[in-house]
């Protein structure tokens, strides 16, 4: 097993006693980690689902979804860091300067 396919497994399996405490069926695990896509994303779940003990499927489902859009809001800035960067370089890349320069070359 990979060091990826074991955090997958650990995290999994943590969601799922964190589901089965809450009285919940496993396939409600299964469900939430598909949509949470990531290790990590499902182990702030279980943290949570850990900590808040929530009180019905609707809070649990609440929570997986801003994890989701906390998960799209950073891939989103992450996206736009590295276009700026790019253009950024672009702007001050040696052959746009000389283009600039000489348009006619």
Do not use: H
Not at 19 to 44: N, T
């Amino acid at each position: 097993m990979t060091p990826n396919q074991r955090a997958w497994s650990m995290a999994r399996s943590r969601l799922g006693a964190a589901v089965a405490s809450l009285g919940y069926p496993e396939e409600f695990a299964d469900l939430l980690a598909r949509q949470l896509g990531s290790p990590k994303a499902i182990e702030r779940l279980a943290g949570y689902m850990e900590q808040a003990r929530p009180a019905s499927v609707e809070m649990i489902v609440d929570e997986m979804l801003a994890i989701r859009a906390e998960i799209e809001t950073w891939r989103a800035k992450k996206e736009g860091q590295e276009a700026r960067a790019g253009c950024s370089a672009w702007l001050n890349s040696d052959a746009r300067r000389c283009a600039v320069e000489d348009p006619e070359e």
